[in-house]
């Protein structure tokens, strides 16, 4: 059985459609081909955004803007005082407009609109996190080398960074790069998914209205290909930060190797939730819900595979599919959703073959399983397998949907094995009353996040990355300024230099 929430005629009324152009300088323009492209929403099945269908040119038109307003304009020359108030004023612009960014990414993406209101409030704090940590860039200062010599280490804005998001979130993405970056003092380039590029392009209206200089921030929208490669390979970009596909990821980095620029990661996940008979079990079966339906499983950290203690995996699928069936899916706008739709149909079509791929593989349907009918968009039902043993596909690779694999254990190497048992890394959780489980689980999974008790909780003090094919780099956290700089050490003579050729005696 699966709650729905049916969508209603009176929603899609509310739906009209909102035309954009993209930034460039100070300039919003259309596409130089004059080509658009639409969106129709995934929840709604009606076209709600047209967006200018950028190419090569635009996005080399945009790397120009940027390179020049690195080079000649105040941004990168500023004071940290400056351009840290900026920053404050921008989390208050975003914070004045919450409302509309976040119908923007409900109706763009699918996503429960109660769900993407907590997000631009996460953004908000994220911007407000950037800001402060702006004030404490700084590099360090060496006086402990001989009477001789003072060595300073300073620390420079990188340059032009290009910028490219996926659609899962897509206004919580780029806050996660866009005000470390101009924190720093560099300019950039930003290509938001051409799925969900409104939310972004509204943040652009909101930096241009703080009074943000022409050319720091530039916005680009169209195709992966015509325009995100661009910035990888093009001269004038200093770093690559990408969010988005493993597969994705790994064409930047060899597009990155041509220029040998620096590149950012933020990729897959495949992530496992390890559960222990002595564990708080009322509490992981909440956690279990929440890891693998959040956001219709379309997350890079959905706890998208349990690996249960076999001692307690029957009663504890058993709960979880209890609960999966209480948990409203249905029109992204209605406030009690709590799952929204699928981003496409052929994303919906690719998840399905994954669970009829793992039934003819041997796993049991525990739960959900079929694609839901509930309006004109798409959507499917929260989806358990169980009996899904480590060498199946939707063991190993990343489904992005509401399919929720379990697996069992026997004993902690056993499920460490198993945890550690893909190419990705991104984050785990652990459940146990025990101090030394959690702890020895904690040290031996390879991911970049652990969590202990609980699971996707997060903070914009605490780094956020992985291991392996989950990416390259950190963002979040103390040092997320420093990812956007440069190092350069000054080393400097005091006094009477001593001849190379001619040592004194
Ligand atoms: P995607 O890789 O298809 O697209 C991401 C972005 O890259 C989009 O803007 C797209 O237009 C662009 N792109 C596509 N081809 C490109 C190319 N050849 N060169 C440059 N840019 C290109 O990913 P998606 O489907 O939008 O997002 C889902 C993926 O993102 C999932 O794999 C998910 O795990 C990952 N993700 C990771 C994190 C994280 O922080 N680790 C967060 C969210 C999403």
């Given amino acids: 059985m699966v709650m729905t929430v ?22 919003w323009v ?6 658009t492209m639409e969106r129709t929403a995934p929840g709604h099945g009606v076209v709600v955004s047209g967006i200018p269908a950028g190419s090569r040119a635009d996005a080399e038109r945009a790397i ?16 940290v005082s400056e351009r840290s108030l900026l920053l404050l004023k921008v989390a208050d612009a975003i914070a004045a407009r919450a409302d509309e960014l976040a119908f923007l990414d409900a109706v763009e993406a699918g996503k429960p609109i109660s769900q993407v209101k907590a997000e631009i409030a996460g953004a908000v704090d994220i911007w407000r996190y950037a800001a402060a940590l702006a004030r404490d860039l700084h590099g360090e200062s060496y006086n402990t080398l001989g009477d001789g010599t003072l060595g300073v280490v300073l620390r420079e804005a990188i340059g032009v960074v290009g910028i490219v998001t996926p659609w899962n979130f897509p206004f919580l993405i780029v806050s996660q790069k866009l005000p470390f970056a101009l ?14 590029s409104g939310s972004t392009l509204v943040l652009g209206e909101i930096l241009l209205e703080a009074g943000l200089p022409e050319g720091v921030v530039n916005i680009v929208t169209g195709t992966g290909p015509e325009v995100g490669a661009v910035f990888a390979t093009h ?14 990821g790994r064409i930047t980095m060899e597009n990155a190797g041509k220029t040998l620029k620096k590149v950012s990661l933020e990729l897959g996940g495949k992530n496992p939730q390890i559960v222990f008979p002595d564990a708080d079990i009322d509490a992981f079966i909440d956690a279990a819900v929440f890891g693998a339906w959040f956001n219709a499983g379309e997350c890079c950290n959905a706890g998208s595979r349990l690996i249960l203690h076999r001692s307690i995996a029957d009663e504890v699928t058993a709960r979880i599919a209890e609960l999966s069936a209480k948990v409203k899916v249905g029109d992204p706008l209605n406030p009690h959703t709590q799952v929204g739709a699928i981003i496409t149909p052929e994303h919906l079509h690719k998840v399905s073959a994954y669970v009829k791929g793992a039934g003819e593989a041997g796993a049991q349907l525990a739960h959900g399983g079929e694609a839901l009918e509930l309006g004109p968009g798409q959507f499917m039902a ?8 480590p060498d199946m596909a939707v063991a190993r690779e990343e489904v992005f949907g509401p399919v929720l694999s379990v697996l069992s254990f026997e004993t902690i190497d056993e499920a460490i094995r198993i945890a550690n048992a893909v190419d990705y890394g991104l984050s785990a959780g652990v459940w146990s009353r025990d101090f030394d489980t959690c702890l020895t689980v904690g040290r031996k999974v390879r991911a970049g996040t652990v969590w202990m008790n609980t699971f996707m909780d997060g903070a914009a003090e605490l780094p956020f990355g992985g291991y392996r094919q989950s990416g390259l ?6 040092h ?5 700089t440069e190092t350069k050490t000054l080393n400097m003579h005091i006094g009477a230099r001593t001849s190379w050729w001619m040592p004194r005696q």
Wanted: aromatic letters at 6%; proline letters at 5%; charged letters at 25%.
């Fill in 480 to 484: 997320a300024v420093e990812d956007y």
């Fill in 6 to 27: 049916l969508v209603r005629p009176e929603a899609l009324d509310a739906l009209k459609r909102r035309d954009f152009r993209m930034l460039i300088g100070k300039e």
């Fill in 382 to 389: 929260p989806t358990i397998l169980a009996g899904v043993t």
């Fill in 30 to 35: 259309a596409a130089e081909s004059g080509k």
């Fill in 235 to 248: 001269q004038q970009v200093d770093m690559v930060s990408f969010t988005g596909s493993t597969a994705v």
């Fill in 473 to 478: 780099g950190r963002e979040l956290g103390r």
């Fill in 64 to 79: 120009g803007a940027a390179r020049h307003a690195f080079d000649h304009g105040p941004w990168p020359r500023m004071t």
């Fill in 183 to 196: 924190a720093a003092g560099c300019t950039t380039v930003v290509k938001p998914s051409e799925l969900t």
